[in-house]
């Protein structure tokens, strides 16, 4: 198995996301999130993104470019701040959580303590159960541990580290935990999500800009697979070593139904997002060419919302 510590570190420091870079990832103004033929015209479902948990990503910020595109197919984005409780849940049909921390400063010790209470992560599953349908994505530390509380309130473990792949990284940047999923290594699940509506909408070609790694529940699909070459580290911490684990059988997109509800977990956040990094402006997420990462966007909306069966 080979080591990806100093790969990890190298990667994290080059784009930007180093404790003392994080300012340097903003959302990409001239990014194209307009949509040729919107999936709803007359209806509008209503889609909560949370900005109530510390959340790295908001609708204003860095997901952006995430909420103008669903807006653009014809959702209302509606910005959630108010804790989760069966009463303010009951307004929304899709709720969106990304990268939740338990803390405001990424870089504090208090971050990875978790975003959610007890009452919080029981409430959303009851929710999805009745029919409520959630779109959650934690990636690299702090993220999973942050949320790893409502991970397993819903079946899912997270693995709350970095995970890399050597064999399948991303050749443009060299990184081991930018992971390509391409038609080369068939990485790619078969799910409604990633067949979409028609050949057009088909998905092909993925990268996951540094994320985690998930275990879904049974009956769960694994639309992003990891390859058994796929590496799991976890940081040290006072009191902890940091450890290498292979991730094999391990997942970075997951789809299942739970009770009426939907649900789909990532492992990354980057990919749905449309971002500039570090000093050189790299550009990663839905605005990086020659990727279906747009398209993956709409597809997973339109899976939870119920356009793709």
Known sequence: MKSLTYRVLAVLLVIGLSIAGLAQQVADPDFDAKVAKPAYSKKHPKIAIDEAHNNFHTASGRYKPFADLITNDGYRVIENKQKFTKETLKEFDVLVISNALGAPAMGSAEASNSAFDVEECDAVHAWVRRGGRLLLIADHAPMGAANEKMGLRLGVDMSKGYTGDPENKDAETGSDTFIRYDPDNKLIGDHAITRGRN??????????????????????????????????????????????????????????????????????????SAQLAGPRKMKFGMNRAGLDNRQLALNIMHWLSGLLK
Do not use: C, H, N, Y
């Not at 993925?206 to 070459?229: C, E, H, N, R, W």
């Open 199 to 272: 050949a057009g909408e088909k998905i092909s070609r993925i990268i996951a800009f540094t994320g985690q790694s998930l275990k879904g529940p049974p009956g769960s699909v694994a639309f992003m697979k990891l390859a058994d070459t796929a590496v799991d580290v976890t940081p040290a911490r006072p009191g902890f070593e940091q450890k290498q684990v292979s991730a094999a059988g391990r997942a970075q997109g997951i789809a299942f139904k739970l009770g009426k509800g939907r649900v789909v977990v990532l492992a990354e956040a980057g990919m749905l």
